[in-house]
């Protein structure tokens, strides 16, 4: 049985900023590394691993990644509650994000081309290691960035 986000006015509960940023520094540190293993079949097999959590977090939501996982169980008792909840909806857009770097990079290392898997995994690590230390999240402001969008072009179009 899958659970879903309790609403609030219409938009999802919110989720702890902090997970997030932890899931961010964690998938840095193993997007690092499959850049120092360069092109490889071990680079390869580890950004597939980092493809498919940001699989499970465009699926199910950052809050239930194996990273979110970690941080509840491990970090979260040491910090305390959040005095913050952010909507979950733009970490969720920016897992996909990853996933679509990620993903490019795991096809064409399938395909023979292993020299895209440190190229994907040096493109996300920089946003991966942007949202971990300063809490810069390019695909939450690609999300801010669509949504501001689409009113105005729907709006546009009515009056046509």
């Known amino acids: 049985m899958t659970q879903t986000t309790p609403e609030r006015h ?33 680079g390869l097999v580890l950004l597939t691993v980092v493809a498919v959590s940001f699989l499970l977090g465009t699926l199910t939501g950052p809050h239930r990644t194996w990273q979110a996982w970690v941080f509840r169980r491990f970090v979260r008792p040491r910090v305390g509650p959040p005095t913050d909840l952010e ?31 440190p190229w994907a995994a040096a493109v996300a690590f920089v946003a991966a290691a942007l949202n971990a230390t300063l809490g810069l999240c390019l695909g939450c402001e690609m999300y801010l960035l669509l949504r501001r969008l689409r009113p105005a072009s729907a709006g546009q179009q009515a009056g046509q």
């Open 87 to 117: 909507d979950p909806r733009p970490p969720r857009f920016a897992q996909g994000v990853g996933l679509v770097v990620t993903g490019v990079g795991v096809v064409l290392g399938l395909a023979g081309v292993l020299a895209a898997v």
């Open 10 to 42: 219409g938009r999802p509960a919110g989720i702890d900023a902090r997970g997030p940023r932890f899931g961010a520094g964690v998938t840095a540190v193993l997007l690092a590394v499959v850049v120092l293993l360069g092109a490889s079949t071990a």
